[in-house]
């Protein structure tokens, strides 16, 4: 027992002692350094505010902040500009009083305009009142002629669907608001009618006089009500109408109204 309790307060255990507790002092130390520094402890960057801001200004606003930002996709709307952020993540620090460590990206979404939408099957036993239901629930436009072919007997059955002068497939993504010439069938014994010239005549006086053709209102200028809309006036119309003008009987008119 006198020779273990000799052994503890000896010169060499006592040395080694404190050789290990320097080493557990040390190791310990380090460990709370590289943390510090690696977790950048007690580093405070401000989050600029993107919203709004155009694309390419967003090197101008983050020179010489040590801040990067990654764009990660664009979404459509209509509320604003193309090219400017409308979401980030982190959120701005004036409005959250959130900060961040140096190294880290900044994820922004942009805004665009063009939003794409899948070209329908039109062609084919498609009626033409169909066809027109199908392109407007797309938010897109259309033009029709009519021709007659000895192979399909029906009236107002879509023989075609054209974009920008070519063939179109269904399936195909086009941007929104494209317009989309329709070929249509006017049958055996179709017939041609006159078309007068509407400009200046209300829109009520217009659907009385337009039992041959199918009316489409493109734009109806300061109309607010259905009132507006039936006092506005027609200030252009296409196919343009006039003496010794006609069309094949159930084209569509297109008319521009204003009040």
């Known amino acids: 027992m006198k020779k273990f309790l000799k052994f503890f307060i000896s010169k060499v255990f006592l040395i080694n002692l404190a050789v290990l507790i320097l080493v557990w002092v040390g190791i310990v130390w380090g460990e709370l350094v590289y943390l510090d520094s690696f977790t950048r402890h007690g580093q405070k ?12 200004a967003l090197d101008d606003l ?3 902040k040590n801040i990067q ?3 990660v996709d664009s979404v459509y709307t209509t509320d604003h500009p193309p090219g400017v ?3 980030q993540y ?3 620090t004036d409005s959250t009083d959130v900060y961040m460590k140096d190294g880290r990206v900044i994820k922004l979404r942009l805004s665009k305009r063009t939003k794409l939408v899948v070209m329908p099957k039109l062609s084919g036993k498609v009626s033409k009142r169909i066809a027109e239901s199908l392109l407007e629930s797309k938010g897109l436009t259309y033009t029709i002629d009519y021709k007659l072919d000895p192979n399909v007997s029906g009236e107002g059955q879509v023989l075609q669907q054209m974009y920008k002068g070519e063939p179109i497939d269904s399936g195909v993504l ?7 010439h329709l070929v249509v069938s006017k ?11 509407f400009t200046g005549m209300t829109y009520s006086k217009v659907k009385q006089l337009s039992g041959n053709f199918s009316l489409k209102v493109i734009e109806c200028t300061n109309c607010i009500t259905e009132d507006d809309k039936a006092n506005a006036r027609v200030v252009k119309q296409l196919p343009v109408g006039g003496e010794e003008m006609t069309i094949l009987s159930g084209t569509t008119l297109e008319i521009w109204l204003e009040k």
């Open 69 to 71: 930002y990654e764009i």
């Open 174 to 180: 086009i941007p929104i608001g494209s317009r989309i």
């Open 85 to 87: 952020v409308i979401f």
């Open 187 to 197: 049958g055996i014994g179709g017939k041609e009618v006159a078309l007068p010239d």
């Open 45 to 56: 960057i401000e989050v600029p505010n993107f919203y709004g801001v155009h694309k390419d």
């Open 62 to 64: 983050v020179s010489g």
């Open 90 to 92: 982190p959120e701005p």
